[in-house]
């Protein structure tokens, strides 16, 4: 699957959500709704919005946070790998989908 195609098929994952918007954005996709940014997709892999309940909560389960490297320092940013049930059970991304926005919401 292409990384179009993967972050394309994000409307489909999130339809129970909402309607998305994607924007290429950091070499992969920002996933928008109502203008706010709540996920990014880079390298076929789905990260959303965190806060810190949400990063412990996921870092416990094993995920990850997004990072890249930048004058030789590795920089995480508020997004963590989502978790592999968003993409099977519709009520599931809803809810995660939910608490990534309200991060967005709430930060910065």
């Known amino acids: ?16 959500f909402g309607p998305i918007h994607l924007k ?12 706010k940014m709540f996920a990014l997709v880079v390298s076929d892999q789905l990260y959303i919005k965190v806060d810190a309940g949400m ?10 946070p997004f990072t890249y490297v930048r004058q030789g320092k590795t920089i995480a940013l508020s997004y963590m790998e989502a978790p592999e049930e968003i993409y ?9 989908a939910r608490q990534a926005y309200a991060a967005a919401l709430a930060g910065k």
């Open 1 to 16: 699957m292409s990384a179009n195609q993967f972050a394309d098929s994000l409307h489909d994952v999130f339809s129970t």
């Open 24 to 35: 290429r954005m950091f070499g992969g996709h920002g996933v928008f709704s109502q203008g």
């Open 55 to 64: 990063k412990q909560a996921l870092e416990a389960r094993g995920y990850s």
């Open 88 to 96: 099977d059970d519709p009520d599931d991304a809803c809810d995660w």
